[in-house]
């Protein structure tokens, strides 16, 4: 972890400001954020909807010009390059995983999985060799020739991931990856990401609103009006009723219980404990915060 | 990722089906009109195109047989016959004028020509005769079908009767059909008894018809043109007038289905922006990304020229079948300049789509299902 932290961040982010509109109709969606992104590291950033998250997450993934600060991937300032460039920034040092998986519905999960190395001109017999090896570590070594259309939710999204990697990026940006998929799945994807980051030493930044994606990450930040803060342990309980891991600025409810205060996803948890608190808590009550 | 265009297209078949089938309606449009206007243009001058003369002799300043007069003396057919390269001249009388047809007055170029000759009269093959005597009319068979009379039926051609002896083929035309009468009949009819109003000429073979022409302009005052001046001599002359409403409907069927075909096609690829939006975030270049966008519409451009080409001959033959005064032509300077005005369309279509997708909204990819 030492040398990770001396490397050079995959990502990092030097006072981004990004305001639409001018004059009196100007509006910040991101002000002032500074981030920095390591190699192997997870991040996720959550906060409520309108908070700015997409446009930061496009900040970083080349995709929209701040209108002021800087950005650096892979150690190169991207927002001094040209059209051309940030597509080549984008195709060699970043993978993209969406919430509504945005395979193309034409291919194959394998063709899904070659798109960026054909984009960057790998040949093809490499290409669908590579495609092939990603798709089999992903467990989708049965589904290479399947289309969208005829895969699940979840195989959807490992194609996507296996889409990302393709390339070899250093940093991968998702977007609510879990936001469309059962909880099994998502368990599934978010422990993917992880492993990816720890095992091939990716940076990945994860924006997401799901609470289950919070166990993988090394860091919890909050973005709200714009500002980006990091969350503490503190910030985070798990209800006793369902196991969810709450926000406890967002809980539904609490109940003190024996000198302990106890936070809930849903009123209908709070009720249930308030019933029958003992039940829920055999073995002692459940240790509150991350 | 020519691959992924290719596919892409493929995919959703409803919709290639209906892009396709926009862009073969508005070829379909495009040819029939200038199909038409070539047609007409065809029938128009056919007397000159398809008769056997070379040369057209005829008086000094005029240069045309529609809405034209030439008087010339009857000796000159003689004269010209004696000019090296001329096989044989053959004078005609000639008149624009009306005819009383079945209680209708139809506009007709009325030709009178010398049954013993093989040039000058009508060219195809005539039902009844086409040896007619002093008092007996060819009359074009449609017209005639049109009007309601048939062989042995009466006429009258410029106040006077005629019976039909002949029903002639291909001298229809919607600008001015063609009823033949004996030479000295027409000449009678106009008033000049002695004189003829064009020479037809026949060149020897191995003659150049143009030289020929030269000699006879050098020998006489008069003017001679080739069968090619002087069709086209009549074609400018007929556009000039009337056909012009033709033209500006051929004109405006080019815009109208351009357009059609370029709204069809930027909405086929605007249908696929979000895949376009996916391939930008991934990575794609510029060119990539026009690569893409130009195949599918070139793909579908050209799946609709042919379906358009096809549905235009079936069209012609339908066409002819219910209306057979209408003559269809789809010439083939017309099929190559539609297919070069729907290439540029494709290209502009590709253009101005692509341009959007450079200045995508990052939402577009990252929005939710």
């Given amino acids: ?290 | 990722m020519i691959r992924f265009a290719w596919k892409s297209l493929w995919l959703e078949k409803t919709r290639l089906a209906l892009s396709t089938g926009g862009i073969a309606l508005a070829i379909l449009v495009i040819l029939l009109i200038e199909g038409v206007f070539a047609g007409v243009e065809e029938q128009a001058t056919a007397y000159i195109d398809k008769g056997k003369a070379d040369l057209f002799v005829m008086q000094e300043g005029v240069a045309n047989l529609h809405m034209a007069s030439s008087f010339l003396p009857p000796a000159i057919e003689n004269g010209i016959n004696d000019i090296e390269g001329v096989k044989k001249a053959v004078g005609i009388t000639y008149s624009n004028t009306t005819a009383e047809i079945g209680g209708n007055r139809i506009f007709s170029y009325v030709i009178g020509f010398d049954p013993q000759e093989t040039i000058g009269g009508p060219w195809k093959k005539v039902k009844g005769t086409q040896d007619i005597s002093p008092d007996e009319v060819v009359l074009d068979k449609i017209i005639a079908a049109q009007n309601g009379v048939g062989l042995g039926d009466e006429i009258k051609v410029m106040g006077r009767s005629f019976k039909i002896a002949g029903l002639s083929q291909d001298t229809f035309s919607i600008v001015s059909s063609i009823t033949f009468l004996r030479k000295a009949t027409v000449a009678e009819l106009n008033q000049r008894p002695n004189s003829i109003n064009y020479v037809l000429v026949e060149t020897e073979a191995g003659s150049d018809p143009r030289s020929v022409a030269r000699r006879i302009e050098k020998r006489f005052k008069v003017n001679a043109m080739t069968q090619e001046e002087f069709s086209q001599s009549d074609r400018l002359m007929i556009r000039k007038m009337g056909i012009d409403i033709i033209l500006a409907m051929s004109f405006i069927s080019l815009v109208i289905g351009l357009a059609v075909i370029g709204m069809t096609l930027y909405t086929a690829t605007l249908d696929r922006f979000r895949d376009y939006g996916v391939l930008k975030a991934v990575g794609a270049s510029r060119f990539q990304l026009y690569t893409t966008v130009a195949v599918q519409s070139l793909v579908t451009a050209l799946l609709g020229f042919v379906a358009g080409l096809l549905l235009a001959y079936l069209s012609k033959f339908a066409v002819t079948a219910i209306f057979p005064e209408l003559l269809i032509v789809l010439p083939i300077r017309a099929v190559i300049e539609a297919f070069v005005a729907i290439l540029i369309i494709s290209v502009l279509a590709t253009i101005i789509p692509v341009r959007l997708i450079e200045a995508v909204d990052p939402m577009v990819v990252f929005e939710g299902a």
């Fill in chain 1, 1 to 290: 972890m030492q040398n990770e932290k001396t490397a050079v961040p995959v990502l990092e982010l030097k006072e981004v400001t990004k305001t639409y509109g001018t004059g009196r109709a100007a509006v910040k969606a991101v002000e002032g954020v500074s981030l920095s992104i390591a190699a192997g590291e997870v991040v996720v950033i959550m906060g409520p909807s309108g908070s700015g998250k997409t446009t930061m997450l496009s900040i970083s993934g080349a995709l929209l010009s701040p209108t002021s600060g800087s950005i650096w991937v892979a150690g190169q300032e991207i927002n001094r390059l040209g059209t051309r460039e940030l597509s080549k920034t984008r195709l060699r040092h970043i993978g993209f995983v969406f919430q509504s998986f945005n395979l193309l519905p034409s291919l194959t999960a394998i063709e899904n999985v070659m798109v960026p190395m054909t984009l960057a001109r790998v040949p093809k017999r490499e290409a669908r060799k590579r495609a092939e090896n990603l798709l089999s570590e992903l467990g989708l070594g049965e589904r290479l020739t399947h289309y969208p259309s005829e895969l699940s939710g979840g195989e959807k999204q490992r194609v996507a991931v296996g889409r990302s990697v393709a390339n070899k990026p250093q940093l991968i940006l998702a977007d609510e990856p879990t936001g469309n998929l059962d909880s099994r799945s998502g368990h599934f994807v978010a422990e993917l990401l992880r492993n990816i980051a720890k095992e091939q030493g990716k940076g990945i930044v994860i924006v997401s609103h799901d609470m289950r994606i919070v166990d993988i990450a090394d860091r919890v930040l909050w973005l709200e009006d714009g500002k980006l803060r990091e969350e503490t342990g503190d910030s985070f309980a798990t209800d006793p009723v369902c196991k969810m891991r709450v926000q406890i600025a967002d809980a539904a409810g609490f109940h003190d219980y024996k000198n302990e205060r106890y936070y809930f996803d849903s009123l209908k948890c709070l009720k249930q404990f308030s019933e029958e608190p003992e039940k829920y808590l055999k073995g002692g009550p459940v240790e509150s915060g991350m």
